[in-house]
Structures are given as C-alpha cells and as structure tokens.
C-alpha cells in the first residue's frame, strides 16, 4: 500500500488535506462530504506513509460505535492491527487516562463511573441532607449547574458568593457533592472530562510523556466540543500544531449540554499556522434530499457558509405524511418499511429518527407487532433498566463498597427491613463525620445505635456484599455476573413480580449474564482494571450498545441527536411538529431555535435515497392530548422538493390532485376515501386509503373499534354504509 492508494479513492480537497505535511488542520465542511472519510485516511497516511506506530495516533469520535468503524477501516485499509491507536470518545478516552493514572489524578484505584441517573440520587440525597427545599432548588437543576461548572473547568472552591441566596445554596450542594463524590470514589460524565484536564495540567511529566507520545491528533465532529474538551487537545497539542480537527458548524447541536461552535474560530486563533480546507461535494444523499438540506439551513443566520453540491441525480422527492394520530403515524411508517424490505431492501438500511426518546414506544410496538426486527439506541437502555441497574449495584459494591450511590440504590432491594430512620440516620452519620454509607453502617453497628432488628437487616447486607467477593472471586466475568443476580436476591424478587414485567426482568437479567460472556475484554488496552472494572465501565459508557443481537439485520431507532454522523438507505423523520420539533423551549429563544434547525439539518442529510417526514395531528405524548401544528421546519423546505401523502377520512379538497406514484389515493372504483363501511368482525369504519390494483388493491380502514387496520379487497367482506 503506497501513498496513491492512499488517497486514489478521494478527491482533490479530500487529497490535500490527507496529504498535507503535519500541521494544525480545520477542514470545515457540510454533512457527508467525506469528512469522516478524510480522517480515516488521514490516519492512515501518517501510519504508511509518515511511518508512526498506531501508538503515535489519537483519535477522538463522537460515539463507541464510530471509534470502533474508524479502527476497523483503518485497519482494513493498510491490513495490520491498529489495537494500540488511542481511538473513542472523550469520555471514553478521559477515563481511561484516569485509570492508568488513578494516583495523580487523586483518585482511588476502584473509582467508579456513574451515569447521570445516580448522579441524580446523589443530589437529591444531599438536598435532603441539607435540608434544602426541593421545590425550590429542583434536583434538576442543581444537577445542570454542576455540571454545566464542570464543562467550563470551575470548581465550587473557585467560586465565589455573589450575595445572592439562590447561587449560594447552589454552590453549597455542588461543594457538598464533591465532597461526597470524593469519598465514594465517584466519578460522573463531566468530572472525567475535568479531571482528565487536570491530571495532565498539573503533572508536567505526565503531560510531557503524552506529547511526545500522541504525535498526532485528529478529532472528528469538531463544532460539538465543549470548553473543557477543547482545553485538554490544546494541552497535548499546542506548540506543536499537530491537531487535525474536521466539523460542520451547521451540525452543532449539543450546546444545550455546553458544546461551543465558538471553538472553531478559537482553533484559528490558538493555532495560527493552521490550514482550512473546505469541502463541497457531497456523496451521500441524492438531488432533492441536499436541496432541501441547504434551503432550509439557510434560513439560519451568522454561518459560516457553505453550500453542497452533488453528481447524484435528484433522486426521489421526499415524502410528507399526515397521520391522524401518532398510532396512524407508527402504522405508516412500518408499513413502508415492510414495503421495503419486501422490495429486497436491508432493514439495516432504515432509521427512524425522532425528537425525543418517548416518541420511540409507538413504533416499538408497531415493530413488534409486525414482527420487524428493530434496534433502539438510546432512550431507555439496556443498562438503563431498573433491574439491570439493581445487579450493577451489586457489583459495583462487591468491587467498591464505598460507592454510596450504589449503596443506596440496592441497600433495600429486595426489602430486608431497613428502614428509612435508619437510612437517614445513616446518611447523617455519614456526612458529619465524611464517611461512606459502608463505614457508616458499620460505624453504627459497632455503637449498638441500632434496635436489634434493624442491627440485625443491616448486618445480614454487609455480609451479603462481603460474601459475594469472596465466592466470586477466581471466576470468569460472567459467572460472577450470574452468581451476583442469584444471589443478591434480585432473581427471586423479580419472579415474584406479577405477570410479565417480572418475567421480562428476569430475562433482562439473564441477558446481562449473555451481555457479560460475549464482553469483549482487551486485556492489552486494559490499562490496571479487571475485567469487571472494565465491564461496569462499559455499562456506565456505553449503555445501550448490546440490546439487540447486533449481527441480526434490524431497523435502526435512535433520536435525531444520535444519528450524527451515521448514514441510511432510508430514513424517516417522526414527529415534525411545532412543540416537539421544534421542542417548545426552542420556539421563543432564537439561539435554540437556530439549534433545533441544525439538528433538522443533521435529520436530512443522514438519508441517502428516500426520506419521510411525518406528523400527527393530535398526539398523546408523556400521558397529554395535543393537536400540534406541523412543524415550521416543513414549510421551510422548498415544496417542489416534497411530496404530500395526504390520507385523512374528512378530506375537504378534490382528492384526485394528491395522488403520489407511490401510494394510490382517492377512488378505487369501489370505495372513495372518507367512506364508511362495515366489515362482518371488525364493526363500522372510515376508508383511509387503498394500494395496489387487481387482486393485489389493498384497503386500509379505521375502525372505530377495531382501530387501523389493512384489508385485502379480494377477501375483505366490506359493505357500503
Ligand atoms: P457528516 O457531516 O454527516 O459526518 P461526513 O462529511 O463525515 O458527513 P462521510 O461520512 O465521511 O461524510 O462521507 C459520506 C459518504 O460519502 C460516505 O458514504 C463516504 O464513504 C462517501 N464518500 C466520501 N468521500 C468520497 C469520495 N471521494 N468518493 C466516493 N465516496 C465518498
Ligand atoms: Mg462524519
């Protein structure tokens, strides 16, 4: 593999920006014009060509899945192993300098990783602890002000009161949950970012070790980097000017969480030798998609500007459908998925992207149903399940006591009698003297400050946790997951548990024991962590990852935030509704109003051949009846470039002039749309729409008790009504 093969498979940019000698590089570029693909290459070019060791590479991704394609195409490329490369998320990376420097980075060596539900227990415990008013000081928020401190490097002690009562409770709890935090040996999202800065901030060695080591430096997905991120590239980088950063300022769509677009133009700054190269062919989507992608971001205003072009032909329109209702919506939606599939289409090749997580139920069930193989990514995962949590907890203790979040998730579970004046007792203990809830307890026990039976439910925990380290200890990875399951309890509990939501939780569980067997434990790259360190990690990082059978051809379910970066055959964007896209705190602020049209953007540009954009016109969401407006998102895309399904029962317009080729409307000879019929089961309903002709006419009708349903006309017993 020479320096042609390299780079033969791009284009001229693309090429110049591969080939570039080392030196800081921004290649700003709108969606899919092989930015992704220009790092790869990159990579590899400083492998063959400069003759660096994967060691000498570093390379930060937006998610695990796309670190792991970056590996395997690099790999594939120049056909060697490039294990060693320093590939993944920040997160991912952060931590895993905090593990191998678990010492200087102040931190004890069974730091656990918490997600941001047990940061949210932690918080809530403190407030109360405090004796702070909840209502006044939401848990929430408090939560959001940590960490939104931590994403711009501020500690509470570098805080100072401003008078203000509010800020100083707030700072108060933050000061009080990094004490806490310190004592547990717990680590949240944004504290790994933190303190990953930190740990090479303040050890010159360290950080000189690192620079020399990490000789380049690429970063993908640049415009969504937060300050503290951006601070820790400009710590190994800087001087050297060997960061190589690709992004879209177009696709920034994590400031809500503290990502700053503003980066790009401090990069220019901080690096001044710095090459840009701009990028404007795209080769992903097809005529239409683009056109409708670069009209509607148009509409945002400070870009930095960039327009797409593409050698594709203008493709399909895309389609827009009005359900009645987010049941019609899911309905439409699988049912052209089946279309495709039926077509000889990959299900793979499919994604339904939404605004929010909650939307995602609806077509669960309708995938379900239909018996669609689906996957979800996000929203309530695999490693977000209450029972998957519960078993976590009992590992994470029998590897950590000392982890008071975990201590507090499975103290009581299954119920052994501890009750909640003991609990508080407990915590107050804790906190007075700086304890773990574990030193705590066994504080307490020591004093005889509890009645005997209490004493008694206590005693009987510690030995539990105790005692599962002991029997586990020698076994295989998932023979210690399915010990700890049995014999915490947690299985017993949940086959109680009536009717099928016990059932499925212990078929959660035992997939836990499946998830920890197929573990892929790279000792190599393990830094000092067992393998169960390794695992609960992954859990923590990467929750949602092993759901579903990854090798099985599924639909992909995911929000719109999610689908950065990816690309599909097939997509469709649910949910196109004033309120939930754009969401309604964006719809009177105009900066996050700018944002939710990016993320629109990210939505249209991930589809490559056909993309659906549908809404509901009532909607049943978090429990609530709406009747939305379509989403302004839709009237910004030019209307040449849409296609209306239109299929609703009182349609008030000529119903011959919205026709599509793909879906027949209006009058099949026999029934009309809006017709009432009755079929001899299923009772009275209202013709929706028809497919298909001869033998093959289909009719889809809403029954009103019934619900939707599809009819083949050749065996259909309809009458007119
Ligand atoms: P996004 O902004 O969405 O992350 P991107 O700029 O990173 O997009 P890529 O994912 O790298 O774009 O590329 C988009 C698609 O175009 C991919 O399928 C990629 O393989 C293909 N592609 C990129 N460059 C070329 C090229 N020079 N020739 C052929 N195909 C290309
Ligand atoms: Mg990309």
């Known amino acids: 593999m020479d320096a042609s093969s390299i780079i033969s498979p791009l284009n001229d940019a693309q090429r110049l920006a591969v080939s570039a000698p080392s030196q800081a590089m921004l290649v700003l570029a709108g969606a899919g014009s092989g930015k992704t693909r220009v790092l790869v290459h990159r990579i590899a070019w400083h492998l063959r060509i400069n003759r660096l060791s994967p060691q000498n590479i570093l390379a930060v991704t937006f998610t695990n899945k796309a670190a792991r394609e970056m590996r395997n195409r690099v790999e594939d490329l120049l056909n060697i192993s490039a294990r060693s490369m320093w590939i993944g998320t920040f997160h991912g990376l952060a931590h895993r300098l905090l593990r191998q420097h678990a010492k200087q980075a102040k931190l004890p060596e069974t730091f656990q990783v918490m997600d941001s539900d047990d940061q949210l227990r932690i918080v809530k415990r403190l407030l109360k602890a405090m004796n702070i008013d909840d209502t006044k000081w939401p848990p929430k928020q408090v939560q959001w002000f ?66 020399q080591r990490f000789q380049q430096v690429h970063v993908d997905e640049f415009q969504d980097t937060n300050t503290i991120q951006y601070a820790w590239l400009r710590l190994l980088t800087e001087g050297n000017d060997n960061l190589f950063v690709v992004g879209d300022d177009d696709q920034s769509i994590y400031g809500w969480r503290g990502a700053k677009i503003e980066n790009i133009f401090s990069f220019q700054r901080h690096y001044p030798g710095h090459q840009v190269v701009r990028l404007e062919q795209n080769y992903r989507s097809s005529g239409h998609i683009l056109k409708a992608a670069n009209i509607l971001i148009a509409n945002n205003d400070s870009r930095m500007g960039k327009e797409l072009w593409t050698e594709a032909g203008e493709g399909e329109l895309l389609s827009l459908y009005a359900a009645f209702n987010e049941q019609d919506e899911a309905y439409f939606v699988v049912e052209k998925i089946r279309q495709w599939v039926r077509d000889g289409g990959l299900r793979s090749d499919v994604a339904i992207l939404y605004r929010s997580n909650a939307q995602s139920r609806q077509f669960e069930e309708r995938l379900m149903t239909t018996g669609t193989p689906y996957r979800v990514y996000g929203g309530l995962r695999f490693f977000e399940r209450m029972e998957i949590k519960n078993a976590l907890a009992y590992l994470r203790l029998s590897a950590n006591p000392h982890d008071d979040a975990s201590f507090e998730r499975v103290v009581n579970t299954p119920t052994r009698g501890i009750g909640a004046k003991t609990l508080d007792d407990m915590r107050i203990l804790a906190r007075e003297q700086a304890l773990s809830l574990w030193q705590a307890s066994i504080a307490m026990l020591d004093q005889n400050r509890l009645p005997a039976r209490a004493a008694t439910a206590l005693r009987g925990f510690l030995n539990l946790i105790v005692q599962l380290g002991k029997d586990t200890e020698g076994f295989a990875l998932y023979e210690t997951v399915k010990h700890v399951v049995e014999a915490s309890g947690l299985i017993d509990l949940y086959k109680k548990e009536k009717q099928d939501k016990g059932e499925t939780r212990v078929e959660n569980l035992e997939e836990l024991v499946n998830a920890a067997k197929l573990f892929d434990y790279d000792s190599e790259n393990a830094e000092n962590m067992s393998e169960l360190d390794l695992f609960l990690t992954h859990a923590a990082l990467e929750a949602g990852e092993m759901q579903a ?154 029954f009103r008790n019934a619900g939707i349903k599809w009819l083949m006309l050749a065996y259909a017993k309809l009458d007119t009504v």
Request: aromatic share 8%; glycine share 8%.
């Open 146 to 211: 940590i960490n939104a401190q931590k994403e711009e490097g501020i500690r509470a002690r570098h805080m100072a009161d401003n008078g203000d009562f509010f800020h100083r409770q707030m700072l108060a709890v933050y000061k009080a949950y990094e004490e806490l935090c310190d004592r547990s040996g717990l680590v949240d999202f944004a504290e790994l970012l933190l303190r990953a800065h930190e740990l090479l901030r303040d050890n010159d060695d360290l950080l000189n070790f690192y620079r």
């Open 549 to 702: 059978d990854s090798d099985e051809d599924c639909v992909q379910l995911m929000t719109l935030h999610s689908a950065k970066g990816l690309e599909f055959k097939l997509v469709f964007m649910v949910g196109m509704e004033e309120g939930l896209f754009p969401s309604q705190q964006a719809t009177d602020d105009p900066g996050r109003l700018q944002e939710e049209r990016r993320l629109c953007y990210v939505g249209i540009t991930r589809a490559m051949q056909q993309l659906y954009l549908t809404y509901a016109e009532s909607r049943r969401l978090y429990g609530k009846d709406s009747y939305p407006r379509p989403s302004r998102f839709l009237k910004e895309i030019p209307a040449e470039a849409i296609h209306e399904i239109r299929m609703r029962a009182n349609v008030s317009r000529p119903v011959a002039s919205v026709g599509t080729p793909t879906t027949k409307l209006g009058s099949t000879g026999k029934y009309r749309l809006g017709q009432s019929v009755r079929h001899e089961k299923f009772g009275e309903g209202v013709v929706l729409q028809t497919e298909g002709e001869g033998e093959q006419e289909r009719v889809q009708i809403n």
